[in-house]
Structures are given as C-alpha cells and as structure tokens.
C-alpha cells in the first residue's frame, strides 16, 4: 500500500510512518470477506478470539452526562457503521441496567436484516454487584442478589434471541478487583454465576457455543498479590472458557511510575522520550499478562487469555495531565493503540480495545476528567490522531455520529504540529 507523506508536517517521519503503515495493514489490507447467513451463524466465540480479522473495541453509545439519556436506535447504528468501516466486528458492552445493551442488538439485528452480509458481534456484558453495594453497609462476601439476577436473566434472554450476535456472556466488570470499593464481590459469588451459564448450556437452554468469563483486571485473575489467590478464584479459572482481563499503563503512570518515569536524557528529542515511554508502557501491560499466564501455569491450567480492556486516555486534569505524569494526549494515545493491537495480532491474542467514543457521563468533575477522554472519537465524532490515516484514505466518507451532522474529520483540524504541543515528555529524574 502507497505510504502517505506526512514528512512536510516537521516530525520524525520513522515514528508516524510506523503509525500510518500499522493503521493501514491492520485494517485498509483486509479484505473482511462477505459471509453468508450460514457462514456467520458458524461464527463463535472461539473463531473469533485471537482471531486479527475480528479487531475488537469497547463500546457506549452515550452522548450526554447521565446515562438517563439514552442513545437512540438510529444514534447506535450510526455509530455501528462507523466502527464497521474501520474494521471493527466485535463490541464489548457492560451492564444490562439500561436499554443500551439490548437497543445496540436490535440496532446490530436491523443493519444485518438490510444487508445479510454485514457482520458485528457482540461481548455481553452484565454487572455484578455485591449486598448494599454503593452504600456504606456493603457486604463484599455476598452477591446483590436481586440485581444481579435480573441481570443473569437478561443476559440469557438475549443471548437466545440474538445467538448470530451475541458470542460471549460476561459475567461481572471489574467486579472482583479490590480498588473498586463500592462494589467488589469475592470471586465465589462470580463462580456461582459463571456456573449456572455453564449449565445453562449443557442443558441446552443457551448455545453450546457461547463462551462464558468476566472480564477483570489482571490482579483479579491472579497476577497479582496473593490476596487473590483463593480457592474459589482456581475453581473459577477452571469454570470460564476464557480469562478476559484488564491492563492499564496508563493509570500506572501514576499509581506505579517506577515504569514511567526514568532518568533524564538531555540528549533524546521529546518524541525520542515519548517513544520510549510508549514502548515501556506495552511492555508493562504485556507483563501483567504474563503474571496472569504464569499463575494459570502454577495451577497447571491451559485456558485462552485475553485482554478484555486496555487503553489510553487523551486528556486529564488530574493525575495524567500538565501537572501530573504527563501521559495523557492524542500522541501517546495513537502510539499504545498501534503498539497493543500489533503485540496482540502477533501473538494472537484479542485485545479488547477501550474505547471507541469518549463519554461524558463517567466523571462528573468535568470534560477533561480522564475517565471521559479515552475514546478513538471524541463524543461529536471527531476521529483522534491514531485514527487520522484511516480518515486520509476515506474510510468514513457519508458516515456521521448523528443525522445530518458533520462527516468524521480530524481532531486539531487534523493539523500535527498542534497534536505535537499537546503532547510533553515524560517526567524525568535525575
């Protein structure tokens, strides 16, 4: 495929034309043959995982403050389109609470009626939250039991009525995990769940093809300390069809900087400082695979690992930002992404992409909150520097966010200089 030439724009022309050629071979060089109906419902969860021709994203449809605001059916096949043409034929959802999750299926089941050929599926998420969650009478050791089988029930509805969609239950997000202190269970009350799924199946009652996890972060999945290390976490390993976890970098920036900040060299460039930041920070997440691959080995388990999440905020006011660690912009963002999905298509290995729009709703301190930026497209549908090739060769001509509004453009009027003073070095010790 022809290089695009970006050399006029005065930044070093190895480090984009890595990000251009990455772009383009991961998704302009695919052909994402047309299936038939027959070939898609042969279609699994285990033909698509590690799977490179079935990219993976997360994904929320919200375009305001409050989740009280749904998406509408034409909002999510608008942004289903867009995700398409880039490449993506996988969503992760999260929680059944709202209508989001089964209006996105109906959304995905309306486009497929119009066009038999068209492909997405979807990882189903459900949430999972422990007594008197969100209250200061939490009770870790015990599931919410009327929420969270309302969720059970609705993820199983759903899976049998969309079975060409719906590839994977998730059972839980981050439900495990310690840091999520408003919520967390111990792993039996997820293995109960994981259980009756599995069950489900073999009496046939769900596909026989559907996969079963909860996605978690990696400590959760026993790569980290040995509080996790329970009993009901090996028989919950052995339970799933696949461990789907979480890595963050980004977030450890600051929480863990040892891998971030490193001795000053006066004589590297800032994007020679960035580079090399960004190639420690997938080295970091490639290791916190690895603890979990490694604690699989103790227990003498062969299970598929995925990551279920992991990304790159573009904004923060906080602890990432100007007076932080320096890590959140397009530029750095745009460098994970290449690097995580190139590490995860050579080893074969889905990674989960977070995510594909940035939500407003999910930090109410503000618009620059981090946990609001992390998307590839900023919420009116501008296409973030990491996606800038894919707009160069018109992969998103006639496509827009809403009806009748701007096509997808380029952040910073797609103007790099201006991404580049965004973008600072990483803090450095002497």
Same mark, same amino acid.
């Given at each position: 495929?022809?290089?695009?030439?970006?050399?006029?724009?005065? =930044?070093? +022309?190895? =480090?984009?034309?890595?990000?251009?050629?990455?772009?383009?071979?991961?998704?302009?060089?695919?052909?994402?043959?047309?299936?038939?109906?027959?070939?898609?419902?042969?279609?699994?969860?285990?033909?698509? %995982?590690?799977?490179?021709?079935?990219?993976?994203?997360?994904?929320?449809?919200?375009? !305001?403050?409050?989740?009280?605001? #749904?998406?509408?059916?034409?909002?999510?096949?608008?942004? =289903?389109?867009?995700?398409?043409?880039?490449?993506?034929?996988?969503?992760?959802?999260?929680?059944? +609470?709202?209508?989001?999750?089964?209006?996105?299926?109906?959304?995905?089941?309306?486009? #497929?009626?119009?066009?038999?050929?068209?492909?997405?599926?979807?990882?189903?998420?459900?949430? =999972?939250?422990?007594?008197?969650?969100?209250?200061?009478?939490?009770?870790?050791?015990?599931?919410?039991?009327?929420?969270? &089988?309302?969720?059970?029930?609705?993820?199983?509805?759903?899976?049998?009525?969309?079975?060409?969609?719906?590839?994977?239950?998730?059972?839980?997000?981050?439900?495990?995990?310690?840091?999520?202190?408003?919520?967390?269970?111990?792993?039996?009350?997820?293995?109960?769940?994981?259980?009756?799924? #599995?069950?489900?199946?073999?009496?046939?009652?769900?596909?026989?093809?559907?996969?079963?996890?909860?996605?978690?972060?990696?400590?959760?999945?026993?790569?980290?300390?040995?509080?996790?290390?329970?009993?009901? %976490?090996?028989?919950?390993?052995?339970?799933?069809?696949?461990?789907?976890?979480?890595?963050?970098?980004?977030?450890?920036?600051?929480?863990?900087?040892?891998?971030?900040?490193?001795?000053?060299?006066?004589?590297?460039?800032?994007?020679?400082?960035?580079?090399?930041?960004?190639?420690?920070? *997938?080295?970091?997440?490639?290791? #916190?695979?690895?603890? *979990?691959?490694?604690?699989?080995?103790?227990?003498?388990?062969?299970?598929?690992?995925?990551?279920?999440?992991? !990304?790159?905020? &573009?904004?923060?006011?906080?602890?990432?930002?100007?007076?932080?660690?320096?890590?959140?912009?397009?530029?750095?963002?745009?460098?994970?992404?290449?690097?995580?999905?190139?590490?995860?298509?050579?080893?074969?290995? &889905? @990674?989960?992409?977070?995510?594909?729009?940035?939500?407003?709703?999910?930090?109410?301190?503000?618009?620059?909150?981090?946990?609001?930026?992390? !998307?590839?497209? @900023?919420?009116? !549908?501008?296409?973030?520097?990491?996606?800038?090739?894919?707009?160069?060769?018109?992969?998103?001509?006639?496509?827009?966010?809403?009806?009748?509004?701007?096509?997808?453009?380029?952040?910073?009027?797609?103007?790099? +200089?201006?991404?580049?003073?965004?973008?600072?070095?990483?803090? &450095?010790?002497?």
């Amino acid at each position: 495929m022809k290089q695009l030439d970006y050399s006029f724009l005065g =930044i070093r +022309q190895s =480090i984009y034309s890595m990000l251009i050629c990455f772009i383009c071979f991961a998704f302009l060089s695919c052909d994402y043959p047309q299936k038939s109906p027959k070939e898609k419902a042969a279609i699994n969860a285990e033909s698509i %995982l590690g799977n490179p021709s079935y990219p993976a994203i997360s994904y929320g449809g919200y375009r !305001g403050t409050s989740r009280d605001i #749904q998406p509408t059916l034409v909002q999510l096949q608008n942004d =289903i389109k867009i995700l398409h043409a880039m490449g993506i034929r996988v969503l992760r959802t999260y929680d059944l +609470q709202f209508d989001h999750s089964p209006n996105l299926l109906k959304a995905i089941d309306a486009l #497929q009626k119009e066009d038999p050929s068209f492909e997405m599926y979807v990882i189903l998420g459900s949430w =999972i939250d422990c007594k008197g969650a969100w209250t200061d009478q939490r009770d870790h050791s015990v599931g919410a039991i009327e929420n969270n &089988t309302l969720e059970m029930e609705k993820a199983v509805r759903l899976a049998n009525q969309y079975p060409h969609i719906v590839k994977v239950i998730a059972v839980g997000n981050e439900a495990m995990v310690h840091w999520q202190e408003a919520y967390y269970v111990k792993p039996d009350v997820i293995l109960k769940w994981v259980n009756h799924l #599995q069950g489900l199946k073999k009496k046939g009652k769900l596909p026989t093809d559907l996969w079963i996890t909860s996605s978690d972060n990696f400590a959760s999945w026993g790569g980290g300390d040995d509080s996790y290390h329970l009993d009901a %976490l090996t028989q919950l390993i052995k339970a799933v069809d696949y461990l789907s976890i979480h890595t963050y970098p980004f977030h450890d920036t600051h929480y863990n900087e040892d891998f971030w900040v490193t001795k000053n060299n006066e004589n590297a460039s800032k994007e020679e400082s960035i580079e090399a930041a960004m190639i420690r920070a *997938v080295a970091y997440a490639i290791g #916190q695979y690895n603890a *979990v691959k490694n604690h699989l080995a103790t227990l003498g388990v062969d299970k598929p690992i995925h990551i279920g999440e992991s !990304g790159w905020s &573009t904004a923060s006011e906080g602890f990432y930002g100007d007076n932080g660690s320096h890590a959140a912009d397009e530029y750095k963002q745009a460098l994970y992404y290449q690097k995580i999905q190139e590490w995860s298509k050579q080893n074969n290995i &889905t @990674t989960v992409y977070f995510s594909a729009f940035d939500e407003q709703w999910k930090d109410p301190n503000g618009p620059l909150a981090s946990e609001n930026n992390f !998307g590839l497209f @900023t919420i009116d !549908g501008k296409a973030k520097y990491a996606l800038w090739p894919l707009v160069d060769k018109g992969v998103f001509k006639g496509l827009s966010r809403e009806e009748n509004g701007p096509q997808i453009n380029k952040t910073f009027e797609g103007n790099l +200089q201006k991404v580049l003073a965004k973008s600072k070095a990483p803090k &450095t010790k002497a």
